[in-house]
């Protein structure tokens, strides 16, 4: 993840300065447990959608993949493969929807947009400010004259 700063400059991987100091995830989260706890209740559940799977590349390596020729439910056997990786965490709301949190999800990319469209104007990059200004939704009135 990268954001612009003020004077236009980049910060990469700028997720870990998001919080004031390190996050308590064992106060956020709850016990840390390890998927193949809950490997059996998934099998007879099916509960888990993969497409909202969040995980680190280095810790799944290539265990995050889909068997192929089974004619239905080749997510089961990526489910137990990442079950042998190791900890993992439930988050218990939707990740893969935007139903509930639509304008809240719009407002972010506005804002967004508008911090890269002020970056770019601040590097003389008029051409690729206008590109972004086009697809934002909404800006302040003054920017129509670019």
């Known amino acids: 993840m990268l954001r612009f700063r003020q004077d236009g400059s980049i910060v ?4 870990r ?8 995830w064992d ?25 909202t799977l969040l995980m680190r590349k280095q810790a799944v390596a290539d265990a995050l993949h889909f068997v ?10 990526c489910d137990g493969q990442l079950a042998q990786r190791g900890l993992c965490a ?3 709301s939707g990740t893969a929807g935007l139903a509930a949190h639509a304008g809240e999800f719009r ?19 008029l051409r690729e400010a206008r590109e972004v200004l086009s697809r934002t939704e909404t800006a302040p009135p003054g920017w129509k004259v670019i």
Do not use: K
Request: one cysteine or more; glycine letters at 6%.
């Open 17 to 24: 300065y998001w919080h004031e100091g390190p996050l308590r």
């Open 68 to 77: 192929e020729g089974l004619p239905t439910y080749e997510d089961r056997e």
């Open 90 to 92: 439930y988050l218990a």
């Open 12 to 15: 990469y991987n700028s997720l």
């Open 107 to 125: 407002a972010v990319c506005i804002r967004q947009h508008h911090l890269l469209i002020r970056a770019l104007l601040r590097q003389g990059r």
């Open 27 to 51: 106060e956020i989260l709850g016990a840390e447990v390890t998927l193949s706890s809950l490997i059996q209740f998934e099998m007879a559940a099916n509960s888990i959608f993969t497409a």
